[in-house]
């Protein structure tokens, strides 16, 4: 079975820095994403950042700038570094990974607090 494995949530004050980290294992024959997205109270989820496995990123439009994706395809790992982070990137972050053939996998989520 596929495991998620996340890491580097907590408590930032603003102008800090936190860098997320997402493992998968388990039966997963390929990868063909992975990703990031975030949910806030009463607010849908949202694309945070995607990576695609031959390098090519995506990013919404609130962390441009700020937000950075990078993955190690051979660990089937993802991160997210996030800088200059704001009150209201606060949110469950969560891991998600586009498997080959057809398979969606989330993480159970980490949860990201900006405050002073």
């Known amino acids: 079975q596929v495991q998620l494995v996340e890491s580097g949530g907590g408590l930032v004050q603003p102008g800090g820095s936190l860098r997320l980290s997402c493992a998968a294992s388990?039966?997963?024959?390929?990868?063909?994403?992975m990703g990031w997205y975030r949910q806030a109270p009463g607010k849908q989820r949202e694309l945070v950042a995607r990576?695609?496995?031959?390098?090519?990123?995506n990013y919404g439009d609130s962390v441009k700038g700020r937000f950075t994706i990078s993955r190690d395809n051979a660990k089937n790992t993802v991160y997210l570094q996030m800088n200059s982070l704001k009150p209201e990137d606060t949110a469950v972050y969560y891991c998600?990974?586009?498997?080959?053939?057809?398979?969606?996998?989330w993480g159970k989520g980490t949860l990201v607090t900006v405050s002073s």
């Open positions: 990576i695609f496995s031959g390098g090519i990123a």
């Open positions: 388990g039966s997963i024959f390929s990868i063909h994403a």
């Open positions: 998600r990974v586009e498997a080959v053939p057809y398979k969606d996998y």
